[in-house]
């Protein structure tokens, strides 16, 4: 099993960045996917997630800035995100939980993401 996460790195603030995870182990389109976050001294706090059957969900922090996507063909999980802020500086890591979504999810190495002013 692995989740090996991509596309972190430096942003400006209101800038964008996307995430990758490419996923083995796990079926993006028959299991429950999603990205978390975590900053030091802070629990890991889910930001999206998205089910087999594609319905979406958002923490109130990046909702309506952030879209998380899937590509069943290509059993990749997407985050892109938009309109970045100091607070979005964080470790994002992919998370896939077999089948619906009961919160057994397990993790990928993570990818820092760092937006500055």
């Known amino acids: 099993v692995q989740l090996i996460e991509s596309g972190g790195g430096s942003a400006q603030v209101g800038g964008s960045l996307k995430l990758s995870c490419a996923v083995s182990?796990?079926?993006?389109?028959?299991?429950?996917m999603g990205w978390f976050r975590q900053t030091p001294g802070k629990a890991r706090e889910r930001i999206a997630r998205?089910?087999?059957?594609?319905?979406?969900s958002y923490a109130d922090s990046v909702k309506g800035r952030f879209i998380i996507s899937k590509d069943n063909a290509k059993n990749t999980l997407y985050l892109q995100m938009n309109s970045q802020n100091t607070e979005d500086t964080a470790m994002y890591y992919c998370?896939?939980?077999?089948?619906?979504?009961?919160?057994?999810?397990?993790w990928g190495q993570g990818t820092q993401v760092t937006v500055s002013s």
């Open positions: 998205i089910t087999s059957l594609g319905s979406l």
């Open positions: 182990g796990y079926t993006v389109s028959r299991d429950c």
């Open positions: 998370a896939a939980d077999r089948g619906p979504c009961d919160g057994n999810w397990r």
